[in-house]
């Protein structure tokens, strides 16, 4: 069997994803021949960073923008013309979009919410990471989709990666035609780049509360951030929601205000460097991922802490 492991590249709008990066890195790691598969048209020097050994590159018109379909003829074409025995693709909405189609027409089984992976097994975290699920698959032949922010970027980017070229398959006559990219609004802090985050949440009572948070968050530096029923209740807008229909954020530190710890929050910031929660009740599942904890009323703590800063 052939030892070479595949990396989807994701791109969007002429920015590699950092998940390109973490796949790259990870599949060094493995071991054999890591090829880094870039498709796209006038795309090549996207991949100038890539740490892989090899670029497997098509340019296409049809692959300016991503399309399910059109990625996927694609890099079926590729996984029979270089038999790849693993290939990882990002657990994200591009990546699941072409993962289960090329699991079926290269007959390679599909593991998902993978946060680790070896030569033949893959470690999947489920339930927003409450239960961690091991798959070994015999013949270390497999497509494993990774979550973001499972592993380190830097480990994937280097220079001097060969770069091949490679014809795109007919693409013509596909059913699915990019339209249109609807880009979120901007305006707004961008909760993804920031070192500092203070994440509200119900325990606020209402949204005049919010001052007391938006005070701490001013103090530190940082920026408000907020569990899914505050932004429900549009005391903030969507651009602020961590988690798992929110976005997933890594900053240096997180404090968690009046926030149970639901799996869908947690899988939107268990990365942060340090977690800091405050809540009253003890038994919250935020304390089972914090660093610190105080398990006092919030409307005492988050103004004093803001005073003594
Ligand atoms: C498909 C799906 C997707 C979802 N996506 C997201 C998502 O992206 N992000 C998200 O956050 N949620 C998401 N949710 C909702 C999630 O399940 C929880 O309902 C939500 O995270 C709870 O928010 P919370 O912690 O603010 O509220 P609660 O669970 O009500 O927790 C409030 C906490 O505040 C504490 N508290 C109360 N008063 C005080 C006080 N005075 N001082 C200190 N502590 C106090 C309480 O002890 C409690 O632990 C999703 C749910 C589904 C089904």
């Not at 003829?73 to 038999?83: D, E, S």
């Not at 070229?165 to 059913?175: C, E, H, Q, R, S």
């Not at 569990?227 to 961590?242: A, E, Y």
Request: with cysteine; hydrophobic share 40%; charged share 20%.
């Amino acid at each position: 069997m052939s030892n070479k492991i595949f990396v989807i590249a994701e791109h969007l709008n002429g920015q590699v994803e950092d998940i390109t990066y973490e796949m790259i890195g990870k599949a060094k790691e493995i071991g054999g021949e890591v090829i880094t598969v870039l498709l796209g048209s006038g795309a090549q020097n996207l991949a100038a960073d890539f740490g892989s050994d090899k670029v497997l590159y098509v340019d296409d018109a049809q692959l300016a923008n991503f399309n399910p379909e059109a990625y996927c003829k694609t890099i079926v074409q590729l996984c029979h013309a270089h038999a790849p025995n693993i290939v990882l693709v990002g657990n994200t909405s591009q990546g699941m979009d072409i993962a289960a189609g090329v699991s079926v027409a290269c007959d390679m089984p599909l593991v998902a919410y993978a946060s680790d992976v070896t030569a033949d097994t893959i470690t999947s975290q489920l339930y927003g990471g409450k239960m961690s699920v091991s798959s070994h698959v015999a013949d270390g032949r497999f497509i494993a989709a990774i979550l973001a922010g499972a592993f380190d970027t830097e480990a994937g980017k280097g220079s001097g990666a060969s770069i091949e070229t490679a014809d795109a398959p007919d693409l013509t006559g596909l059913k699915i035609q990019f339209k249109q990219l609807v880009a979120p609004e901007g305006g707004d802090v961008d909760i993804t780049t920031q070192d500092v985050l203070v994440s509200v949440g119900r325990g606020i009572q209402n949204e005049d509360n919010l001052e007391i948070v938006q005070a701490l968050a001013d103090k530190l530096g940082g920026a408000l951030s907020s569990s899914r029923p505050i932004v429900d209740s549009k005391w903030l807008p969507k651009t602020r929601q961590v988690g798992k229909s929110g976005l997933k954020v890594k900053p240096k530190v997180y404090i968690a205000v009046g926030i149970s710890g639901a799996p869908e929050h947690i899988e939107g910031m268990k990365d942060a460097e340090c977690i800091i929660a405050i809540n009253t009740d003890p038994n919250a599942p935020i304390f089972d991922y914090a660093h610190y904890g105080v398990t006092e009323d919030l409307f005492d703590v988050v103004p004093a802490l803001t005073d003594k800063l």
